[in-house]
């Protein structure tokens, strides 16, 4: 690359278009362009221009004791992934943001971790109140999230513990835990709970679904659906953390599904979604395309012939030309539903055989090298 004398400023906006893992290799032609490219401002300008143009998306794939990727464009090429979090038992996926993932494998086992560049950041453990059998995975609730206002990526822990305090105890019923943590401060700190979130947890109604537990990340928020079940609740409620703010509290829900009995939240183009199950023959999908604003029904999904029953839906990203969209059915299942016909076709990934969770993860140089 020296040799040819080609100016850095050309280079720079080659190395822009160029995957993070192709990046990787470019750093050994010469110490100016590994210098460029573990430049900061270079690694932000590669994210900002990944996310504006949404190319080099990937799919991490996450099986019981696996977790591999494969380009969104390219579904023949599937790459195992090895991180140093691995043990005998699951590790799990909480969230994924600008091509960091959150990895666990209990309260106290968590890390932050690139898959293109295979850096790893294991989080500091943070001690839990509550006694190891007063703990169950249902009641234990994770949000990763990237702070635009602060440039700061964090992690949030909710545990709420299965005994049910005195009553004299100011929890006022089953104590919960919030703890936030702070890549910038390599820290965590514990999260005052307000009256409006605190009563929301005064019974064990929380009806965990697949992956229900993840916090879904729009507008610098963090949020979690709680529905309504068992009869101790009268309305499905939303909470959302506030990641510039560190504050908890309730976002609007929509009206017209106050008492659905079949809940799920995701995200769609930066928007918050609501799936509501219908006896299993449809989902309607709702979608907040205003912050704060109103919600509005924007698609309904059939259930495809493939499919016995909905467990769970989840929309995840348009097509290119956006008359598609990619949606993860029940356990893993991964396809296009045509937003005119109606029509599904399977997304056909070579190489990956049984159920696999999945979520869109971009290729970016965070955490650099």
Known sequence: MANMNMPMDVVNDLFLRLPATTLLRCRVLSKPCCSLIDSPDFI?????????????????????????????????????????????GVTEVFGSVNGVIGLTNSPLDLALFNPSTRKIHRLPIASIDFPEHSISRENVFYGLGYD???????????????????????????ALEIKVFSLKSNQWKRIRVNFEVQILFIYFYYDLLHRRGNGVLASNSLHWILPRTGGH?????????????????????????YCEDDMDIGVLDGCLC???????????????????GKWSKFITVPKPETVVSFEFVRPMIYSKDRSKILLELNNGKLVWFDLESKSFEALEIKGCEGPCNAEIVVSSLVFGM
């Open 44 to 88: 932000a300008s590669h994210l900002k221009r990944t996310l504006e143009t949404a190319e080099h998306l990937m799919i991490l794939l996450q099986s019981p004791q696996l977790l591999r990727t494969v380009y969104l464009d390219a579904p023949n090429k599937l790459s195992d992934v090895e991180h140093p979090l691995q043990t005998g």
């Open 148 to 174: 635009s206002v602060s440039d700061d990526y964090k992690v949030v822990r909710i545990i709420q513990c299965n005994d049910e305090g005195d009553e004299g105890d100011e929890s006022f019923g089953y």
């Open 274 to 292: 609501l799936m509501c199950y219908s006896e299993s023959s449809h989902v309607d999908v709702w979608i907040l395309r205003e912050y704060q």
């Open 233 to 257: 609740t009268a309305f499905n409620t939303i909470i959302r953390f506030d990641l510039a703010s560190d504050n908890l509290g309730v976002l609007n829900f929509p009206q017209d599904l």
